[in-house]
C-alpha cells in the first residue's frame, strides 16, 4: 500500500536551516510528483511547492521561492525539503503529499495521499 | 494568488442532518477544485476533485458542485466520522491554494 513516512519533529532556532524527508513506499516513485503543505498551529492549509521525482524539476510558491529547496533521491524514494533562515512564523506541521496524476500520467495538483506531518518549532 | 472563501467558517449539525459548504473563488477557476477532510491531528484526506468526482473509497453520501468561481460540498446524511474540518483547494493558477477551512461539530 501507499505510505508517506516522514521524519521526526525538530526544534530550531531563529536563522537557522531545517531539513525535513518524506520516504515514500508502494508506487513507482518516478511516476509521481510530490508536493509540500504546511499548517501553523490552529490555522489552515499553505502549499509550499513540489517537485518532479522523475526529472527533479521544482515549482515553489513564490512566498517561499528564496528560502525553500526541494530534492529527491530515487535510489531510496525519498523526497527532501530544506527551508532555511527559519523565524518563528515557520512554526508548523509540514505535510508531504502525493499528486493525484492521471491515468495518463499528467499530474493534477490534487493530492491523494499524505505524509504523517513533522511539527517544525522554531523558538529561541 | 487565486483567494478561496469558505461559508460558514463553522457550523454545528446533527447526526442524520444535510450539510452543504460553500467555497467562493475570488477568480474563476473552471472545476479545478478539491475538497478535504481533515479531523485533528491528521492530515487532510481527498474526498473530491474536478469539484465533483467522489475520489476511490469515499462514501457516496459526500457530493460536490459548481464551476467558475462558485462551489458547494454536500453532505447528504451526517455520520458521526463526518465532525471534522473542510477545506476547498484549487488548481486553476499557481500558487496552489485553499480556503481558509469550515468546522463541522456536534449539535
Known amino acids: 500500500q501507499v505510505q508517506l513516512v516522514q521524519s521526526g519533529a525538530e526544534v530550531k532556532k531563529p536563522g537557522a536551516s531545517v531539513t525535513l524527508s518524506c520516504k515514500t513506499s508502494g508506487f513507482t516513485f518516478t511516476k509521481y510528483y510530490m508536493h509540500w503543505v504546511r499548517q501553523a498551529p490552529g490555522q489552515g492549509l499553505e502549499w509550499m511547492g513540489m517537485i518532479n521525482h522523475n526529472s527533479g524539476t521544482t515549482g515553489y510558491s513564490q512566498k517561499f521561492q528564496d528560502r525553500v529547496t526541494m530534492t529527491r533521491d530515487t535510489s531510496t524514494s525519498t523526497v527532501y525539503m530544506e527551508v532555511s533562515s527559519l523565524r518563528s512564523e515557520d512554526t508548523a506541521v509540514y505535510y508531504c503529499?502525493?499528486?493525484?496524476?492521471?491515468?495518463?500520467?499528467?499530474?493534477?495538483?490534487?493530492?491523494?495521499?499524505w505524509g504523517q506531518g513533522t511539527l517544525v518549532t522554531v523558538s529561541s | 494568488a487565486i483567494q478561496l472563501t469558505q461559508s460558514p467558517s463553522s457550523l454545528s449539525a446533527s447526526v442524520g442532518d444535510r450539510v452543504t459548504i460553500t467555497c467562493r473563488a475570488s477568480?474563476?477557476?473552471?472545476?479545478?477544485l478539491a475538497w478535504y477532510q481533515q479531523t485533528p491531528g491528521k492530515a487532510p484526506k481527498l474526498l473530491l476533485f474536478?469539484?465533483?468526482i467522489l475520489e476511490s473509497e469515499v462514501p457516496s453520501r459526500f457530493s460536490g458542485s459548481g464551476s467558475g468561481t462558485d462551489f458547494t460540498l454536500t453532505i447528504s446524511s451526517l455520520q458521526p466520522d463526518d465532525f471534522a474540518t473542510y477545506y476547498c483547494q484549487q488548481f486553476n493558477n499557481y500558487p496552489v491554494t485553499f480556503g481558509q477551512g469550515t468546522r463541522l461539530d456536534i449539535k
Open positions: 477568480q474563476g477557476i473552471s472545476s479545478a
Open positions: 503529499a502525493r499528486d493525484r496524476i492521471t491515468v495518463f500520467g499528467v499530474f493534477t495538483n490534487y493530492f491523494d495521499y
Open positions: 474536478d469539484a465533483s
